[in-house]
């Protein structure tokens, strides 16, 4: 039978349910009267239990407002709560699901300007996929979703990027404002979304907001706001450091098919975006690190279950991770990783004649790999790693970690003259000698690239280094401008 503490919590994963606190829904609405929004109307697509009707209703007391919600108990609730203080008359509650509604009608039906405000479900389609409940637009019913994964070329979306470009669609031409709270990477991907699609986008601005605190969600998170009824594309960002903040700290905009974190740092640096002569690669990826990670102590090996390991050396590489090389710590090797392929797809069953210690580890542990639970392991070899290839075993290579905002490239050589693999955590540029790896180290790190690097990167990203980044820097340009 299921667990019905699990099942509540499941269902609150996949409806993105985080209310807001009632403060900070006034807050908001206050910085919305501020900035001379006068709404005749307000709409909550996703509304909860309702706290932002109720701060939209005092905030703007000549407008008046509709509700949706899926959660028919929230409904209710939201339905007391606006008779308790009286608004019914003045505020709709409807039961409904976002993605069959009708938007573009909606919106028109409702007296002008109209302030579409709230906070929409914070969940990624593979967050519900990892708890079976589905809680999406059918591609169908969502014209935005194929372009966005082409934009993207990803498949994991936040479900409030969904909404909020459905939002943006629905409402363009009408004099609408969008104010929604959301992750400032949601927001990143809404202005490049809109400039791609040639979207009108009036006055963005995001108003961070401490996430941490409102929700308990270490997240970059804010205020995203907009208009719809300008026939303004120019999607330069304005980013406060709060929603009291009246100055923005920082510009950001779309360039090029990129979201620019500065835009004075692109000016200088656009020169130098092209090509890479190869591409960067990610390190490797196996999601079995108790078996194929080994640490080493006086000679002897021992694995993530703590047990002592004889092996033959034979598929055994020194190893470093992102926190290795955001720290410097290249020099020590403390980690050794069992690489049982050379390339991806290779069958692994070689290693029975040739190295027989590690068929017999790798056999005996082989439910730890039959745990692993992304997709990409089905239909392959029983102990299949990700992101290798020749490139890999490259003596020298340049290497960043994606993770960490100090970015420091590293040149890093072979140990025990086996060249070191990376986790995937990692970027790296495989170099021939020390010589070349050392001298793009150099480059990477000169002032030149470090524009580069800060006009692209949004430090509070997951992964401020991408490989996109890294693949669009001509490196040629980088040299010949030193
Ligand atoms: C982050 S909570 C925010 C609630 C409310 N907007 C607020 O700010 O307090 C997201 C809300 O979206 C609702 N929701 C999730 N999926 C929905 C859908 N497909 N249609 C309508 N509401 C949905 C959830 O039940 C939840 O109440």
């Not at 908001?28 to 900035?35: A, G, M, N, Q």
């Not at 932002?52 to 108990?73: K, M, T, V």
């Not at 579409?116 to 059918?138: C, D, E, F, R, Y």
């Amino acid at each position: 039978m299921a667990n019905p503490q699990s099942t509540i919590r499941n269902r609150k994963v996949a409806f993105g349910d985080f209310q807001t606190p009632l403060e900070l829904a006034h807050e908001v609405c206050r910085l919305l009267k501020h900035i001379g929004i006068k709404p005749r109307s307000f709409v909550e697509p996703a509304c909860g239990t309702g706290n932002f009707l109720l701060a939209a209703a005092d905030a703007f007391p000549h407008a008046r407002g509709i509700g949706l919600e899926i959660n028919s108990e929230y409904v209710s609730l939201a339905n007391s709560r606006t008779a308790a203080t009286n608004l019914q008359n003045r505020i709709e509650i409807h039961e409904g699901n976002f993605f069959t509604e009708d938007w573009e009608r909606r919106i028109r039906n409702l007296p002008a300007p109209v302030l579409i405000l709230g906070n929409p479900p914070w969940v990624t389609n593979s967050q519900q996929g990892q708890i079976g409940t589905v809680n999406l637009p059918k591609k169908s019913n969502f014209p935005g979703l194929a372009g966005l994964e082409a934009l993207t070329g990803k498949s994991n979306f936040d479900i409030s990027e969904w909404m909020l470009l459905r939002l943006l669609e629905a409402a363009q031409g009408t004099n609408a404002t969008v104010a929604m709270l959301c992750k400032t990477a949601v927001a990143r991907k809404v202005l490049l979304y809109a400039a791609k699609r040639s979207l009108s986008i009036g006055r963005p601005r995001i108003y961070r907001i401490d996430a941490q605190r409102h929700f308990g969600a270490v997240v970059d998170a804010g205020l995203f706001f907009f208009e719809t009824g300008t026939r303004s594309q120019s999607v330069d960002c304005g980013v406060f450091s709060s929603l009291t903040e009246t100055q923005s700290a920082q510009s950001i905009g779309i360039r090029d098919g990129f979201a620019i974190a500065d835009l004075e740092a692109y000016n200088r640096s656009k020169h130098m975006i092209g090509k890479s002569p190869i591409p960067w690669r990610s390190g490797i990826k196996h999601d079995c690190a108790k078996i194929l990670e080994l640490q080493k102590e006086n000679g002897i090996y021992r694995n993530g279950l703590n047990e002592t390991v004889e092996l033959e050396e034979t598929f055994l590489y020194p190893l470093l991770k992102g926190a290795d090389l955001a720290n410097g710590r290249t020099g020590e090797i403390r980690r050794w990783l069992l690489v049982p392929q050379c390339q991806v797809g290779e069958d692994t069953r070689h290693i029975e004649s040739i190295a027989p210690l590690t068929w017999n580890y790798l056999q005996q542990r082989r439910e730890y790999f039959d745990e692993r639970r992304s997709s990409i392991y089905r239909n392959q070899s029983p102990f299949a790693i990700f992101g290798v290839g020749p490139y890999s075993f490259a003596p020298w290579k340049v290497a960043v970690s994606a993770l960490y905002k100090n970015r420091l490239f590293q040149a890093v050589g072979p140990h025990f003259d086996r060249p070191v693999m990376l986790d995937d955590t990692c970027y790296f540029y495989p170099c021939r000698h020390e010589q070349e790896a050392r001298d793009l180290a150099a480059i990477l790190n000169s002032p030149e690239a470090t524009d580069y690097f800060q006009a692209f990167i949004f430090p509070e990203a997951k992964r401020p280094i991408t490989a996109t980044l890294l693949n669009h820097l001509d490196l040629g340009k980088l040299t010949l401008s030193r």
